[in-house]
């Protein structure tokens, strides 16, 4: 039975995040998928999670989004069939896509849904506008502002006016980045190699900015030197340390965006400041290294993880906000 109501699906490299339109219904779940070698399904999402780094050579683990886009089609249609028969159905979807992506990769996020849902109850929304309306500013007023999302694999910087996304950069700095930088830290400084899952706890347990409690953790790894399995004490400084280079590329890109904004804009946009979500931007004292590092008022948004899903139902609880949004037939025109 086709369950007649529209959802908002905020698709992360790490997380899929879906809610139905009057809010009752939400979803949160890894975006990761375990095959076996003969095409089925072992486990989805967070089960899938509990299997990655720990699975045996028969089973697949898939991330099917890498940064910010579909990166395999068969895996992500797989695991959306999955999750949204877990939601309870869905009949129209809104689906949150970055900003500078190309049209084949747009075509990807309607080609992954049509087969379930057709192509006409498929609209995309670029991600800067659905954190722009989450934070309820006024988008599509002549008036400028300027959005920033650190998202698992990515950054989305967006300069937003009239409805659109004006001036914008996806860069393939996020957190996943971090956790990248704090394994080879682990590795150089204590010869202890370890997975992404325990850099991503290291980050999000111990990792700041500026001046934070000195804490520490113990992590299981393997010993570089005798490939035996060893543990090790990690202490917040050198986890922070670690993460300063990723967060300075994405300081460097928020100022060169900023530099960019057309003079008719840039007033509002250092007067009213710049406004900061995505699940990464919560690591401890960030939000103030980024304001320092800018010179500009910035804006923590509240519950930064859940900014973009937010925005979507907004969206759809909200018949103007239609114009901000796309089908595939408008993707075709725009050609």
């Known amino acids: 039975m086709l369950i007649h109501r529209a959802c908002g699906i905020d698709l992360g490299t790490d997380t899929i995040k879906i809610r139905d339109k009057g809010g009752k219904n939400f979803l949160y779940s890894r975006n990761i998928i375990a095959m076996r070698k003969n095409g089925s399904v072992l486990a989805y999402g967070d089960a899938a999670y509990g299997v990655y780094e720990k699975q045996p050579e028969n089973i ?45 990769e747009k075509r990807a996020f309607f080609q992954v849904m049509k087969g379930q849902f057709g192509a006409g109850r ?10 722009a309306i989450s934070a309820s500013l006024p988008v599509l007023s002549s008036r400028g502002h300027m959005i920033v999302n650190i998202g698992a694999d990515t950054t989305e910087i967006s300069v937003i006016s009239s409805g659109k996304v004006i001036l914008g950069q996806t860069i393939k700095i996020g957190g996943r980045r971090m956790d990248a930088d704090i394994a080879t830290m682990v590795r150089r400084k204590f010869n202890l190699s370890i997975g992404q899952k325990t850099a991503e706890a290291l980050k999000n347990n111990l990792a700041f900015m500026i001046n934070g409690p000195k804490l520490e953790q113990k992590v299981f790894g393997i010993h570089t030197l005798s490939g035996l399995p060893k543990s090790e004490v990690i202490p917040s400084l050198a986890v922070s340390v670690a993460i300063i280079d990723a967060v300075d590329s994405i300081v460097d890109s928020i100022n060169s965006i900023y530099n960019r ?37 910035l804006h923590h948004l509240q519950d930064p993880k859940y900014s973009t899903i937010r925005g979507l139902v907004e969206i759809l609880n909200n018949h103007e906000f239609k114009a901000v949004t796309y089908t595939l037939s408008d993707l075709a025109a725009m050609r």
């Not at 697949?60 to 877990?86: Q, S, Y």
């Not at 498929?122 to 506008?129: A, F, N, S």
């Open 122 to 131: 498929i609209r995309l929304v670029e991600k800067g506008l659905a954190d």
């Open 261 to 297: 904004i057309p003079p008719q804009l840039m007033k509002d946009i250092s007067q009213e400041g710049i406004y900061l979500t995505g699940g990464v931007s919560m690591i401890l004292n960030l939000p103030e290294y980024i304001r320092k590092e800018v010179g500009i008022p």
């Open 60 to 104: 697949r683990v898939v991330w099917p989004m890498a940064n910010g886009v579909i990166a395999n089609l068969t895996e992500m249609d797989e695991l959306l069939e999955h999750l949204i028969r877990e939601f309870g159905g869905a009949s129209t979807l809104l689906i949150a896509v970055p900003t500078e992506i190309t049209q084949v």
